[in-house]
C-alpha cells in the first residue's frame, strides 16, 4: 500500500501522525484484502482549507473534521468488493505505478486537537478514528440510517483496537 500524506497547515502537526495512519492503514487492508496495489493520499489542513472542501464537494459552508473523496465505484450495497475491479477500468489505476487509486481523505488539523479534549482521548487516539472513519467511507460506507451508523461504528471499533488505538471508558 502506497500512502501519501501531506500536511497543508501552519501549525506542526502531531508527531508520528504518518505511523498512526499507516498502522490503522494496515488493519483496514487486512480486514479487507485488495489483489492490487493500493495508493491513497491523505491530506492534514487548516480550517479554511477543509471548509472551502465541504462548500465546493458538499454544499456546506462550514469546517467539518474529515473529508473523503472516494475513487472506487462501491455501491453501498456491495462494499468494499475489491474483486469486482478490473485492471480494465483504467480511470481507477495509476497509468504510471499502475496502483488502485482508493481515494483522498483531507483531515482537519485544528479539529483532531479540538475534538480529543471534547472527547477525553489523545490526540492520537482522535486520528486513528478519523483515519478508520473516513478509509470505511471510501469503502463505500455511511451513516446515514441507524442500522448503517452502528455497523460503522462497529468496524472502526475493531479497527482501532487491532491497530492499538482503542478508545478509552467514557470516549468516542
Known amino acids: 500500500m502506497n500512502l501519501s500524506l501531506f500536511t497543508e497547515c501552519d501549525t506542526d502537526f502531531l508527531p508520528g501522525y504518518s505511523k498512526i495512519a499507516q498502522d490503522v492503514c494496515d488493519v483496514f487492508f487486512k480486514r479487507f484484502p485488495c489483489p492490487y496495489d493500493v495508493q491513497l493520499s491523505l491530506y492534514v489542513v487548516d480550517d479554511d482549507t477543509i471548509k472551502n472542501a465541504n462548500r465546493e464537494c458538499r454544499g456546506k459552508d462550514a469546517v467539518t473534521d474529515v473529508l473523503s473523496f472516494p475513487n ?8 468494499a468488493e475489491f474483486d469486482k475491479i478490473s ?3 483504467a480511470d481507477l489505476f495509476d497509468p504510471e505505478t499502475e ?9 482537519c488539523a485544528a479539529r483532531v486537537y ?12 482522535e486520528f486513528a478514528f478519523l483515519t478508520a472513519h473516513s478509509l470505511l467511507h471510501l469503502a463505500g460506507y455511511d451513516h446515514e440510517e441507524e ?11 475493531d479497527i482501532l483496537k487491532e491497530a492499538g488505538y482503542e478508545r478509552r471508558q467514557g470516549s468516542r
Do not use: C, T, V
Not at 472506487?72 to 462494499?79: R, S, Y
Not at 479540538?114 to 487516539?125: C, F, I, L, T, V
Not at 442500522?147 to 471499533?157: A, G, I, P
Open 99 to 107: 496502483e488502485l487509486i482508493f481515494g483522498e481523505i483531507m483531515i
Open 114 to 125: 479540538k475534538q480529543a479534549e471534547e472527547y477525553g482521548h489523545s490526540n492520537e487516539r
Open 147 to 157: 442500522e448503517d451508523r452502528l455497523k460503522m461504528e462497529e468496524m472502526q471499533e
Open 72 to 79: 472506487l465505484p462501491f455501491d453501498p450495497l456491495h462494499i
Open 87 to 89: 485492471k480494465n477500468d
